[in-house]
Structure formats: C-alpha cells, structure tokens
C-alpha cells in the first residue's frame, strides 16, 4: 500500500542562468546548468516519485536530447511525473527534500516553494518539506561550483 523513493540531482552553477530552485526563480549572480531550467529540487523530487515505482528516472522520462525539453520549466516535469503516479493508482503522502548550496540563503523563499510544490502534487503545504544546507565550503558545493538537491517521497496507494 506504501512506497517510498528518493532521488538527488546535480547541476553546475555558471554566469549567464536564472536560478530556478523548488520552482521558484531565485536572484542571484550564478544559475544552474542544464538541457531544462535545472532546477535541482524538482528534479530531485520527480526521481523520487519515480524511483517509489521503479519506472525509472527523469532522464529516461525527459531525454535531455530531446529539443522538446530545451529550457522546458521543471514544474511542468514534475507535473507529468506526477501523472505518471496517479496513473498507477497512487497519491503523494509527502516529499522531504535538502538542497546543498553555499549562496544565496534560501529561507525566505521555502514557503512560496512548498507553495508551489504542494499544489501540483494536491498535498497540504506542510506535505513538502524543504532544507537547505551549506557545506561549509568544501567540496564542489562549497566552491560555488555546483548545487546539489536530495527528496525523498512517500507514495499511498489510493482506495477503489
Ligand atoms: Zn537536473
């Protein structure tokens, strides 16, 4: 009746990118990198949801040579990995998802992110849960270089 799945995602952060993270346009001097708008949360997220079913990742799903998801919003892959969910017979229970980022503090957009995730996964705010943490500046993460985000998902198997 239960599954649970995780997921994480990398992108490279570089000059000349909107940072896009949990569906929300951050500004910043950096964004991420990537075929789609590279937002590592949702992207995060749509692997856990997947990964709950085993049907696959979001590369398999979302070719990223694929012209039709060049610069693609991630909101509408998280929305069709949902579908695929619901598809199957499931509903979300909720998401936990910790985004690793040196710059910029994320806090105050984490209520308009659980906004936005909630409402394409028909989930209560308080459903997705979203954490941030630095790395205390070692590693890719702490260079700048890169932004990391983990989620895991718990799916419920809905009544007939
Ligand atoms: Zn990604």
Excluded at 72 to 86: A, P, Q, V
Excluded at 96 to 114: G, H, N, R, S, W
């Amino acid at each position: 009746m239960f599954r649970i799945g995780q997921g994480v995602d990398f992108h490279q952060l570089v000059t000349g990118r909107d940072l896009w993270l949990g569906g929300v346009k951050i500004p910043h001097e950096k964004g991420a990198k990537g075929h789609s708008d590279a937002d590592v949360i949702l992207h995060a997220i749509c692997d856990a949801l997947l990964g709950a079913l085993s049907l696959g990742d979001i590369g398999t799903h979302f070719p990223d040579t694929s012209v039709e998801f060049k610069n693609i919003d991630s909101k509408i892959l998280l929305k069709r990995s949902y579908d695929l969910i619901k598809a199957k017979g499931y509903s979300v229970v909720n998401i936990d998802a910790t985004l690793c980022l040196e710059q910029p503090k994320i806090k105050p957009y984490v209520p308009e992110m659980q906004r936005v995730i909630a409402a394409i996964l028909e989930l209560g705010d308080d459903a997705v849960s979203i954490k941030a943490t630095t790395t205390e500046k070692m590693g890719f993460v702490g260079r700048e270089e890169g932004v990391v985000a983990y989620a895991s998902a718990l799916l419920m198997k809905r009544e007939k």
